[in-house]
């Protein structure tokens, strides 16, 4: 069975841009979570989506979007970037959306460099 | 509040020599428990889970005890290797108020491991 997988594995933008990502989950699997990566924040929970409808919500601004499509692919996009943009954007599977043991499999993640 | 707190890094360590990495969280309730594991240039890799109480979690050498009187969930390897030099993330599967549970990363710690 296919992993998570992503892409681009590697974007190059400029300040003002903005940016899609695109990430498909595992086979079978309903629930798709967007996490931004820095050294300086750590880990930071971006949105969830499941049954294309976003179900939970991290601390970022308007800029950071996403969605999901009936075949439960996602996109997230960044509009006009800025320098902090910067960072590995991970994406997560997991089968169902209410279950406190559903394991999230990540994918190996878009470097974003803005500059 | 913080909802993770893990042991700061970098750990260096020699080759068999014994590992532990402390992680504490809180949460109230029981929250499924999850060690995730990230090597250079990877996205995370689920290392092992527990989903209640006294469980323990282990895989490839590693192990950790869901420990609800102290709310700990600590990884330990009785014998590293080099290949085991990576970064390792504790996370918790916490709700908040009427948001879903999601997972809360710890920091993560830096394993670097001596031939």
């Known amino acids: 069975k296919a992993g998570v997988t992503q892409t681009p594995r590697y974007l190059i933008k400029t300040r003002g841009q903005q940016v899609t990502l695109s990430c498909s989950p595992i086979s079978g699997h309903r629930s798709v979570s967007w996490y931004q990566q820095t050294p300086g924040q750590g880990l930071q929970f971006l949105f969830e989506?499941?049954?294309?409808?976003?179900?939970n919500k991290g601390n970022f601004p308007g800029r950071f979007s996403g969605r999901q499509f009936s075949n439960s692919r996602s996109e997230m996009n960044v509009s006009t970037l800025e320098l902090g943009d910067s960072a590995l954007y991970l994406c997560a599977s997991k089968g169902g959306l209410a279950s406190s043991t559903d394991t999230q499999y990540f994918g190996p993640g878009t470097r974003l460099t803005v500059l | 509040g913080d909802s993770v707190t893990q042991m700061e890094g970098p750990v260096t360590l020699s080759e068999e020599a014994f590992l532990t990495i402390n992680c504490t969280y809180t949460?109230?309730?029981?929250?499924?428990l999850f060690w995730y594991v990230q090597y250079p240039g990877e996205g995370l890799q689920l290392l092992l889970k527990a989903t209640k109480a006294d469980d323990k979690g282990s895989n490839k050498g590693f192990e950790a005890t869901y420990r609800k009187e102290t709310t700990s969930f600590h990884l330990e390897k009785g014998s590293v290797q080099v290949s085991d030099s990576a970064v390792y993330f504790c996370a918790p599967l916490i709700e908040r108020g009427s948001t879903l549970g999601r997972l809360y990363f710890g920091r993560g710690t830096q394993l670097t491991v001596w031939p």
């Open positions: 949460a109230t309730g029981y929250p499924s």
């Open positions: 989506y499941f049954s294309e409808t976003q179900r």
